[in-house]
């Protein structure tokens, strides 16, 4: 038990520490590129902090379950929404750049793209392919678009590709912090009697989406809301189009129709309307944000009292 509640607040503190060095080198590296925030956070931030979900889904689908990185991906691109830009805007309205939207509107064509490789109920090696060059097209593009890594930096703009390293280190801190609070908080959980729903419910359901959790709310506190909003699209880009590619590549994924009549809907249904707020008024105001929750909210309570209880 006391082990238990060491390794919590280690990894708690990991979780903070991790997230205040990942923003703020984050925000150092786009001053240093000359690009924007929300561009750093749309590839570099999202890479680092999704990363795990491709590897842990690669290692579930070369084991024979690629189905759980379908959930996965899925879930997570709901939650990045709903709940972790829900939560920040509640906390501090999200203004962000003029063009976010545009990339906000690639991930709803990306997302409903899976959606159409799922309608025969399977997702092939040759549809994991597509996914994959779809987001290496994307990356190509950004690079050429917005990118200048071969120049050096402008005098006074410090050391971009020293400050991107440190971005991704401590976004790799962020995630083995949310590991072990996630963890420990199971076995404590357990321990004191917490029932199984309850758990699944709360802590690991969330503990997936828990590193972009800490660095959209340390973002938003910082006033740095390009990074929050960039960083959650970039990772929905990243789960659909990378996530689900790569565990589709090693083996054909089967598609519970669950994901595909409930799921991928409401996904589908607040990235529309964190496109449409991007594109209308160029924030996430708090009516929005009390809107993203409310339909987290109902996911949570249809997933687990109806579709996951049966009939």
Same mark, same amino acid.
């Given at each position: 038990?006391?082990?238990?509640?060491?390794?919590?607040?280690?990894?708690?503190?990991?979780?903070?520490?991790?997230?205040?060095?990942?923003?703020?080198?984050?925000?150092?590296?786009?001053?240093?590129?000359?690009?924007?925030?929300?561009? /750093?956070?749309?590839?570099?931030?999202?890479?680092?902090?999704?990363?795990?979900?491709?590897?842990?889904?690669?290692?579930?689908?070369?084991?024979?379950?690629?189905?759980?990185? !379908?959930?996965?991906? /899925?879930?997570?691109?709901?939650?990045?929404?709903?709940?972790?830009?829900?939560?920040?805007?509640?906390?501090?309205?999200?203004?962000?750049?003029?063009?976010?939207?545009?990339?906000?509107?690639?991930?709803?064509?990306?997302?409903?793209?899976?959606?159409?490789?799922?309608?025969?109920?399977?997702?092939?090696?040759?549809?994991?392919?597509?996914?994959? /060059?779809?987001?290496?097209?994307?990356?190509?593009?950004?690079?050429?678009?917005?990118?200048?890594?071969?120049?050096?930096?402008?005098?006074?703009?410090?050391?971009?590709?020293?400050?991107?390293?440190?971005?991704?280190?401590?976004?790799?801190?962020?995630?083995?912090?949310?590991?072990?609070?996630?963890?420990?908080?199971?076995? !404590?959980?357990?321990?004191?009697?917490?029932?199984?729903?309850?758990?699944?419910?709360?802590?690991?359901?969330?503990?997936?989406?828990?590193?972009?959790?800490?660095?959209?709310?340390?973002?938003?506190?910082?006033?740095?809301?390009?990074?929050?909003?960039?960083?959650?699209?970039?990772?929905?880009?990243?789960?659909?189009?990378?996530?689900?590619?790569?565990?589709?590549?090693?083996?054909?994924?089967?598609?519970?129709?669950?994901?595909?009549?409930?799921?991928?809907?409401?996904?589908?249904?607040?990235?529309?309307?964190?496109?449409?707020?991007?594109?209308?008024?160029?924030?996430?105001?708090?009516?929005?944000?009390?809107?993203?929750?409310? /339909?987290?909210?109902?996911?949570?309570?249809?997933?687990?009292?109806?579709?996951?209880?049966?009939?």
């Amino acid at each position: 038990m006391i082990a238990e509640i060491i390794l919590f607040v280690v990894g708690l503190a990991l979780l903070i520490k991790g997230s205040d060095y990942f923003v703020e080198a984050a925000s150092r590296a786009a001053k240093g590129f000359g690009v924007s925030e929300f561009l /750093i956070a749309l590839v570099l931030a999202s890479i680092a902090t999704t990363l795990p979900e491709v590897t842990v889904s690669a290692i579930s689908s070369y084991q024979g379950n690629p189905d759980i990185a !379908l959930g996965n991906a /899925i879930g997570s691109a709901l939650a990045n929404i709903a709940l972790i830009l829900g939560l920040s805007a509640i906390i501090m309205p999200l203004e962000v750049e003029s063009g976010a939207w545009k990339n906000s509107l690639f991930m709803i064509a990306v997302t409903a793209y899976a959606g159409v490789l799922m309608y025969d109920g399977t997702v092939s090696r040759l549809d994991g392919a597509t996914l994959i /060059i779809l987001y290496l097209g994307f990356l190509y593009y950004l690079y050429k678009r917005h990118m200048t890594l071969e120049e050096l930096p402008e005098e006074g703009k410090g050391n971009p590709r020293r400050d991107a390293a440190i971005m991704l280190a401590s976004g790799l801190v962020v995630v083995v912090g949310a590991k072990l609070v996630v963890n420990s908080a199971v076995t !404590l959980a357990e321990a004191f009697g917490v029932p199984e729903v309850v758990i699944g419910l709360t802590l690991v359901s969330i503990g997936t989406s828990l590193p972009e959790l800490a660095n959209s709310l340390t973002a938003t506190l910082k006033r740095l809301p390009n990074i929050s909003v960039g960083n959650v699209i970039g990772a929905n880009i990243l789960d659909v189009l990378m996530v689900i590619g790569i565990a589709a590549l090693i083996n054909p994924i089967r598609v519970d129709h669950t994901i595909y009549t409930f799921t991928l809907p409401l996904t589908l249904l607040v990235m529309v309307i964190l496109t449409g707020a991007l594109r209308l008024t160029g924030k996430i105001g708090r009516a929005v944000a009390g809107v993203l929750l409310a /339909i987290y909210g109902y996911f949570l309570y249809a997933y687990y009292f109806v579709y996951a209880a049966g009939p």
